[in-house]
C-alpha cells in the first residue's frame, strides 16, 4: 500500500517533488509509531470503520464516523482532526491488526502554512479491532439525563 497524491486539474502541488518528499518523511515517522493515535482506524464488532480523531490522557479514542468527513492535517508524523466528534472507546479495548486502510491527510504546501495551502494524499493507516462496540462517554448523554 503506498502514499496516493490526490491530484485534481486545479490543484497540482501534490506532485510537487517537495511536497512528496515530506510527505514521505511525515509517513516514515507515523508508520513507526506502534500506539493508537489520531488518523488511525477502529474496526467495531458491527464492521463499520471509524477514524480515531483524539487520543485523551485517559486513554478514550474519541472518534468520527470516516464517511463523515472532517480533516486531518499530518505534520511532522502526527495527524490533527479538524471537525464533529463522536463518543469514544477506550484503547484498552483496541487490537492492531495486520492490515492498513487509506485515509486521507494534508500538508501544507512545501511545508509552509498559509491561506489555502493544503495539499492532499492518501496515506496507509493503521487499523485497530475493538473488542466492544462504542462507548456512551462523557459526550454522549440523553435528555432524561439532564437535570432541567
Known amino acids: 500500500m503506498n502514499i496516493k497524491p490526490t491530484v485534481s486539474d486545479?490543484?497540482?502541488?501534490?506532485?510537487?517533488?517537495?511536497?512528496?518528499s515530506l510527505i514521505k518523511k511525515?509517513?516514515?515517522?507515523?508508520?513507526?509509531?506502534?500506539?493508537v493515535e489520531a488518523g488511525d482506524f477502529i474496526k467495531f464488532p458491527n464492521s463499520k470503520f471509524h477514524?480515531?480523531?483524539?487520543?485523551?490522557?485517559?486513554g478514550t479514542?474519541?472518534?468520527?464516523?470516516?464517511?463523515?468527513?472532517?480533516?486531518?492535517?499530518?505534520?511532522?508524523?502526527?495527524?490533527?482532526y479538524s471537525g464533529s466528534l463522536d463518543s469514544g472507546v477506550n484503547k484498552k479495548h483496541l487490537n492492531k491488526m495486520k492490515m492498513l486502510k487509506h485515509?486521507?491527510?494534508w500538508i501544507s504546501h512545501r511545508g509552509h502554512l498559509c491561506g489555502?495551502?493544503?495539499?492532499?494524499?492518501?496515506?496507509p493507516c493503521k487499523v485497530w479491532k475493538s473488542?466492544?462496540?462504542?462507548?456512551?462517554?462523557?459526550?454522549?448523554?440523553k435528555l432524561e439525563d439532564l437535570d432541567i
Do not use: P
Not at 116 to 123: L, S, V
Open 26 to 35: 511525515y509517513y516514515n515517522k507515523y508508520k513507526r509509531r506502534q500506539t
Open 61 to 80: 479514542c474519541q472518534t468520527m464516523e470516516y464517511e463523515d468527513g472532517g480533516s486531518f492535517n499530518f505534520d511532522h508524523g502526527r495527524a490533527s
Open 103 to 105: 485515509g486521507t491527510v
Open 10 to 20: 486545479w490543484d497540482k502541488r501534490s506532485i510537487d517533488t517537495s511536497n512528496l
Open 116 to 123: 489555502n495551502c493544503a495539499t492532499y494524499y492518501e496515506i
Open 51 to 58: 477514524r480515531v480523531t483524539y487520543v485523551w490522557y485517559d
Open 131 to 141: 473488542e466492544i462496540d462504542k462507548e456512551v462517554g462523557k459526550w454522549d448523554m
